[in-house]
């Protein structure tokens, strides 16, 4: 199965600064890949799919980029509400698989 | 719109089967991808397993020996069942549409 890693685990940022979270799989899983947001107590929300398309709904500040390997979610000026635990996942191989998540905080 | 809701036990004894069933309403169950993913507490979400629009069933390899999935259309519904679960099935059970419509998710834990 591809293994998908994340860093940082955490990271501490300030309201309206920007986020980067990395994102790498073990083997190239073309551009299918997405990011989630997850909040406590809530199911993840999809942001991100096909490494860089927004879903619906998602405020331009989000972004994603790369391909293959290497993938990168941006959150361009941070919101109180965007603290929270954000998830890669890669569906070009079955079984899909999740990064550990890094956490957003404060 | 459309919702997912999971139903079933949320304790479930070790060796016995868990058996999970999301309701969906606002589109037909016929046609789409469906899907169960697991949470276990601090960890990240694991997919257990996926149904295409033809019904076919594809599971993780890591519990396919004891996974059951199925589509009830009469019910509007789908189902999952784990058999011969253990304590590390204990989590929070997710029915899935696709990637991006969830269910609120329901907590099984498996206990004596």
């Known amino acids: 199965e591809i293994v998908m890693t994340q860093s940082p685990a955490t990271l501490s940022v300030s309201p309206g600064e920007r986020a980067t979270v990395s994102c790498r799989a073990s083997?190239?899983?073309?551009?299918?890949l997405a990011w989630f947001q997850q909040k406590p107590g809530q199911a993840p929300r999809l942001l991100i799919f096909?490494?860089?398309a927004r879903a619906t709904g998602i405020p331009v500040r989000f972004s994603g980029s790369g391909s293959g390997t290497e993938f990168t979610l941006t959150i361009s000026s941070l919101q109180s509400e965007d603290f929270a635990v954000y998830y890669c996942?890669?569906?070009?191989?079955?079984?899909?698989?999740f990064g550990q998540g890094t956490k957003l905080e404060i | 719109q459309v919702q997912l809701q999971e139903s079933g036990p949320g304790l479930v004894k070790p060796s016995e089967t868990l058996s999970l069933s999301c309701t969906v309403s606002g589109v037909s169950v016929s046609g789409y991808y469906w899907g169960w993913i697991r949470q276990a507490a601090g960890k990240g979400p694991e997919w257990i397993g996926r149904l295409d629009p033809s019904e076919n069933t594809y599971y993780n390899p890591s519990l396919k020996s004891r996974v059951t999935m199925s589509v009830d259309t009469s019910k509007n519904q789908f189902s999952l069942k784990v058999t011969s679960v253990t304590a590390a099935d204990t989590a929070i059970y997710y029915c899935?549409?696709?990637?991006?419509?969830w269910g609120p998710g329901t907590q099984v834990t498996v206990s004596s």
């Open positions: 996942q890669q569906y070009n191989n079955w079984p899909f698989t």
């Open positions: 083997q190239s899983v073309s551009s299918n």
């Open positions: 096909d490494a860089s």
């Open positions: 899935v549409r696709d990637l991006n419509v």
